[in-house]
Nanobody, 117 residues
């Protein structure tokens, strides 16, 4: 099993930045990718970005390319989501996730991000 604990959500104004963290524990060696998803009120959970644990390859949703960055500290077993130039439409609960055998199986508790003036 893998446990994920998120931190760093909050309320920011449009154009500001925020960084989310997600610390992993447990069977770290079983993790393939670590990713971020978000879920806005009344909508389904959507993919935001991910990083491969072995070589650090990243992949992003079109809506966040150039604004969000996923990074990984393998010493701390922590994945980060740096969010810049935030927009009101980025408001959502953000979840980190860890994949095993090519599917996301483990999830964090979620962190609320609200972008509002």
């Amino acid at each position: 099993q893998v446990q994920l604990v998120e931190s760093g959500g909050g309320l920011v104004q449009p154009g500001e930045s925020l960084r989310l963290s997600c610390a992993a524990s447990g069977r770290i060696a079983s993790i393939g990718n670590m990713g971020w998803f978000h879920q806005a009120p009344g909508k389904e959970r959507e993919f935001v970005g991910e990083i491969t644990r072995n070589i650090g390859y990243t992949n992003y949703a079109d809506s966040v390319k150039g604004r969000f960055t996923v990074s990984l500290d393998n010493v701390k077993n922590t994945v980060y989501l740096q969010m810049n130039s935030l927009k009101p439409e980025d408001t959502a609960v953000y979840y980190c996730a860890a994949s095993s055998n090519r599917s996301y199986k483990f999830w964090g508790q979620g962190a609320q991000v609200t972008v509002s003036s």
